[in-house]
């Protein structure tokens, strides 16, 4: 396995081409008390950074404010590859995945946040673009970006 790892390796092109399709990236941060705390989130990618946004508390937030360090992973399966498989254990999947490590910041500066937003209503709700986000909203949402210090991005087929 390990030798496949330095050979499949996926194109920058074809990492920003997963980055910008799926949409559930997992955040894994640092607890305080030591262990790791992983969570699926919804996130845009755009100027080579990640952007995530939630509630103002909690423990992501918390971990974000004790350590910066942070891994950020995205995968797909796009299936089982068992024709002519025998033996359960000769069964393997067709995957691409990307890993970031990245240092985690909390976005206060009220435009930063509003296009962060802005691209997640794009992404998500593009039936509401054009519309205006309230200040309020803006203001009350936590925005977590992730600048990209490292990413590997695999692939199997």
Same mark, same amino acid.
């Given at each position: 396995?390990?030798?496949?790892?330095?050979?499949?390796?996926?194109?920058?092109?074809?990492?920003?081409?997963?980055?910008?399709?799926?949409?559930?990236?997992?955040?894994?941060?640092?607890?305080?008390?030591?262990?790791?705390?992983?969570?699926?989130?919804?996130?845009?990618?755009?100027?080579?950074?990640?952007?995530?946004?939630?509630?103002?508390?909690?423990?992501?937030?918390?971990?974000?404010?004790?350590?910066?360090?942070?891994?950020?992973?995205?995968?797909?399966?796009?299936?089982?590859?068992?024709?002519?498989?025998?033996?359960?254990?000769?069964?393997?999947?067709?995957?691409?995945?990307?890993?970031?490590?990245?240092?985690?910041?909390?976005?206060? *500066?009220?435009? #930063? $946040?509003?296009?962060?937003?802005?691209?997640?209503?794009?992404?998500?709700?593009?039936?509401? +673009? @054009? %519309? *205006?986000?309230? #200040? $309020?909203?803006?203001?009350?949402?936590?925005?977590?970006?992730?600048?990209?210090?490292?990413? +590997? @991005? %695999?692939?199997?087929?």
């Amino acid at each position: 396995m390990r030798h496949r790892t330095k050979t499949h390796l996926l194109t920058k092109d074809e990492i920003d081409e997963l980055l910008l399709r799926s949409e559930v990236g997992r955040l894994g941060t640092i607890s305080e008390d030591g262990f790791p705390y992983i969570l699926p989130m919804h996130y845009v990618y755009f100027d080579n950074k990640i952007y995530m946004h939630g509630l103002p508390k909690g423990k992501k937030i918390d971990n974000v404010k004790f350590n910066q360090n942070v891994c950020f992973e995205v995968d797909e399966m796009i299936g089982l590859l068992y024709e002519g498989v025998e033996n359960p254990c000769d069964v393997n999947t067709e995957f691409n995945s990307v890993i970031i490590e990245g240092k985690a910041s909390l976005l206060s *500066e009220f435009d #930063e $946040k509003y296009r962060a937003l802005s691209q997640i209503v794009s992404k998500f709700t593009p039936h509401l +673009v @054009g %519309r *205006e986000l309230p #200040e $309020k909203m803006v203001k009350g949402t936590a925005v977590i970006k992730i600048d990209i210090l490292n990413c +590997v @991005g %695999r692939y199997y087929k």
